[in-house]
C-alpha cells in the first residue's frame, strides 16, 4: 500500500508595488485601482498573489474580490483558517474606501470585525467579497463587507474602520527582499 506524499510545495510571484504608489500621488483612488489591479491575479497585489485573492470589480465606495481556497489555506482542524476570509475582507473593505479617496489620500486599516458564519472549505468553490462604504469622511471611512461561498452562501461577514490620511510628498518605498532595516539578533 502506498500512501500520497505529505508534503507540498507552492511557488509564488508577484510584481514589485512600488512604481504604483507614485500614482496615488496623481489620480483618485477609483482611477488607481482600477489602472492598478484590473480584474485577475495576474495583477494582485503581493499578498493578493500569495493567498491567491484578487480583484474583480471597482465602482466608487464598492469592491468586489473572488479568492479560490485551497489545501495552503487550512488550519489543523480541517477547514480554511479565518484568517483567509478576514484577509479576504480587509482587502474588498479597503479597496472600497480607497475607491472614495482623491488624488494623494490614502488609508489604513484601524480596526477590522469579522463574524464566522459557515466553515470555508475547498469545496466552498470561489468565494466572493463584496464591500460597501458606510461613511467616508476627512479622517475617518468605515465599510462594511460579506464573504459568500459559490452558492451565494453567506461564510462571513465583517466591518472596518480606517484612518484617511494625505500621502507625504515622497512616500518611502517598501524594501525589496534582501532590504529589509531589521537589526540581526545576536
Same mark, same amino acid.
Not at 492598478?36 to 495576474?42: H, L, V, Y
Not at 484577509?87 to 464566522?116: F, K, P, Q, W
Given at each position: 500500500?502506498?500512501?500520497?506524499?505529505?508534503?507540498?510545495?507552492?511557488?509564488?510571484?508577484?510584481?514589485?508595488? @512600488?512604481?504604483?504608489?507614485? /500614482?496615488?500621488? %496623481? #489620480?483618485?483612488?477609483?482611477?488607481?485601482? *482600477?489602472?492598478?489591479?484590473? $480584474?485577475?491575479?495576474?495583477?494582485?497585489?503581493?499578498?493578493?498573489?500569495?493567498?491567491?485573492?484578487?480583484?474583480?470589480?471597482?465602482?466608487?465606495?464598492?469592491?468586489?474580490?473572488?479568492?479560490?481556497?485551497?489545501?495552503?489555506?487550512?488550519?489543523?482542524?480541517?477547514?480554511?483558517?479565518?484568517?483567509?476570509?478576514?484577509?479576504?475582507?480587509?482587502?474588498?473593505?479597503?479597496?472600497?474606501?480607497?475607491?472614495?479617496?482623491?488624488?494623494? @489620500?490614502?488609508?489604513?486599516? /484601524?480596526?477590522? %470585525? #469579522?463574524?464566522?458564519?459557515?466553515?470555508? *472549505?475547498?469545496?466552498?468553490? $470561489?468565494?466572493?467579497?463584496?464591500?460597501?462604504?458606510?461613511?467616508?469622511?476627512?479622517?475617518?471611512?468605515?465599510?462594511?463587507?460579506?464573504?459568500?461561498?459559490?452558492?451565494?452562501?453567506?461564510?462571513?461577514?465583517?466591518?472596518?474602520?480606517?484612518?484617511?490620511?494625505?500621502?507625504?510628498?515622497?512616500?518611502?518605498?517598501?524594501?525589496?527582499?534582501?532590504?529589509?532595516?531589521?537589526?540581526?539578533?545576536?
Amino acid at each position: 500500500m502506498t500512501s500520497e506524499p505529505r508534503e507540498r510545495m507552492l511557488t509564488v510571484t508577484w510584481n514589485d508595488p @512600488r512604481p504604483d504608489a507614485a /500614482l496615488m500621488r %496623481r #489620480v483618485n483612488g477609483l482611477d488607481y485601482l *482600477r489602472s492598478t489591479f484590473p $480584474p485577475g491575479i495576474e495583477k494582485a497585489a503581493p499578498i493578493g498573489r500569495l493567498l491567491q485573492i484578487y480583484p474583480t470589480e471597482f465602482e466608487s465606495g464598492f469592491a468586489a474580490f473572488e479568492a479560490v481556497p485551497a489545501e495552503q489555506h487550512y488550519n489543523p482542524i480541517g477547514s480554511v483558517h479565518g484568517g483567509f476570509a478576514a484577509t479576504l475582507l480587509d482587502s474588498a473593505i479597503g479597496c472600497a474606501i480607497h475607491s472614495r479617496l482623491a488624488a494623494g @489620500r490614502s488609508y489604513t486599516t /484601524l480596526d477590522l %470585525r #469579522v463574524s464566522y458564519v459557515k466553515a470555508i *472549505r475547498i469545496d466552498s468553490g $470561489p468565494l466572493r467579497c463584496e464591500a460597501r462604504t458606510l461613511s467616508v469622511g476627512a479622517r475617518v471611512a468605515t465599510a462594511e463587507g460579506r464573504v459568500m461561498d459559490r452558492d451565494g452562501r453567506l461564510c462571513a461577514h465583517g466591518s472596518a474602520t480606517c484612518l484617511v490620511f494625505d500621502l507625504p510628498p515622497e512616500a518611502k518605498s517598501p524594501p525589496t527582499s534582501g532590504q529589509n532595516d531589521v537589526p540581526s539578533v545576536p
